[in-house]
């Protein structure tokens, strides 16, 4: 009866699926989003139906608030907490998918930038903390992509300062 009910179950979760990805070709935040290493199709499909319109955020930092990827603050008066852990007031959906795709990165190796930021924050933080700032980074990554609406590219951060440098040449 038991063995019924998965097969059963299976073939639903199957047609749901293809369901899906059917209705995801009208979506181009989904191709966008599944270049970024470490966030398969599925992970795409979770991200863009909660992040919904990037629009709607003015900034990155709005996106990381809304996932609840940002600390919390803990201050009263002279006092400064130290220990601050972040304020999951988001969608817990989301910060599922970042951590999947987090932990992708981190043991596969996918981004080697990521990868060794990752490594950088372990020296100082717990690995709970750096596996959050990897988190943090591939909201930031996804905002920019959805927002720019192009394709991922994996650049290093010399690279990056040289392009910004030669646009703030190009500006002036």
């Given at each position: 009866?038991?063995?019924?009910?998965?097969?059963?179950?299976?073939?639903?979760?199957?047609?749901l699926?293809?369901?899906?990805?059917?209705?995801?070709?009208?979506?181009?935040?989904?191709?966008?989003?599944?270049?970024?290493?470490?966030?398969?199709?599925?992970?795409?499909?979770?991200?863009?139906?909660e992040i919904?319109?990037?629009?709607?955020?003015?900034?990155a930092?709005?996106?990381?608030?809304?996932c609840?990827?940002?600390?919390?603050?803990?201050?009263?008066?002279?006092?400064?907490?130290?220990?601050?852990?972040?304020?999951?007031?988001?969608?817990?959906?989301i910060?599922?998918?970042?951590?999947?795709?987090?932990?992708?990165?981190?043991?596969?190796?996918?981004n080697s930038?990521?990868?060794?930021?990752?490594?950088?924050?372990?020296?100082?933080k717990?690995?709970?903390?750096?596996?959050?700032?990897?988190?943090?980074?591939?909201?930031?990554?996804?905002?920019s992509?959805?927002?720019?609406?192009?394709?991922?590219?994996?650049?290093?951060?010399?690279?990056?300062?040289?392009?910004?440098?030669?646009?703030?040449?190009?500006?002036?």
């Open positions: 009866m038991y063995a019924t009910n998965l097969k059963h179950i299976n073939e639903q979760i199957k047609q699926e293809a369901k899906i990805d059917s209705l995801s070709i009208h979506i181009p935040a989904i191709d966008l989003l599944a270049t970024i290493p470490g966030i398969g199709k599925k992970l795409a499909h979770i991200l863009a139906s919904g319109d990037i629009n709607r955020f003015n900034n930092k709005q996106l990381v608030a809304y609840g990827i940002d600390p919390s603050v803990k201050q009263s008066g002279n006092f400064n907490g130290t220990k601050n852990r972040i304020t999951k007031r988001g969608s817990p959906f910060r599922k998918a970042l951590y999947i795709a987090a932990t992708v990165v981190i043991r596969q190796g996918v930038v990521l990868l060794s930021y990752y490594q950088q924050k372990v020296q100082t717990a690995k709970k903390q750096a596996l959050g700032a990897i988190m943090n980074k591939l909201i930031r990554i996804i905002y992509v959805l927002k720019n609406e192009k394709p991922f590219e994996l650049i290093t951060p010399e690279e990056q300062e040289k392009r910004y440098k030669n646009a703030l040449k190009l500006a002036s």
